[in-house]
């Protein structure tokens, strides 16, 4: 199985920009579908961006599409999520999670699953 680790969180005006990490362990992350999800207080958690196995296609909820990019380091083993343009409404616990098949990405049915960052965005 594969273990994932965020980082990146902050503090960051809004704006500005941050960049998440999500390193992966114990399994070549170019084999797993990775999504990045957040969570803010109480609110469910939702979908922001998707990654697949091996072609890398992405995905993006239409309320990060321009300002957000997932992208995928295979030397590094890890996945980032680039975030231009932070609004206060993306402020959540930002968590990556993994999963060997392609479908659903865009969902929450992940197996395994980060312990999560957590994005402050001040106005």
């Known amino acids: 199985q594969v273990q994932l680790v965020e980082s990146g969180g902050g503090l960051v005006q809004a704006g500005g920009s941050l960049r998440l990490s999500c390193a992966a362990s114990?399994?070549?992350?170019?084999?797993?579908?990775v999504g990045w999800f957040r969570q803010a207080p109480g609110k469910e958690r939702e979908f922001v961006a998707a990654?697949?196995?091996?072609?890398?296609?992405?995905y993006y909820a239409d309320s990060v599409k321009g300002r957000f990019t997932i992208s995928r380091d295979n030397a590094k083993n890890t996945v980032y999520l680039q975030m231009n343009d932070l609004r206060p409404e993306d402020a959540a616990v930002y968590y990556c999670?993994?999963?060997?098949?392609?479908?659903?990405?865009?969902?929450?049915?992940?197996?395994?699953w980060g312990q999560g960052t957590q994005v402050t965005v001040s106005s």
């Open positions: 114990g399994r070549t992350v170019n084999n797993y579908a």
């Open positions: 990654i697949t196995r091996i072609l890398g296609s992405t």
């Open positions: 999670a993994a999963k060997t098949v392609n479908s659903g990405v865009i969902t929450n049915r992940y197996d395994y």
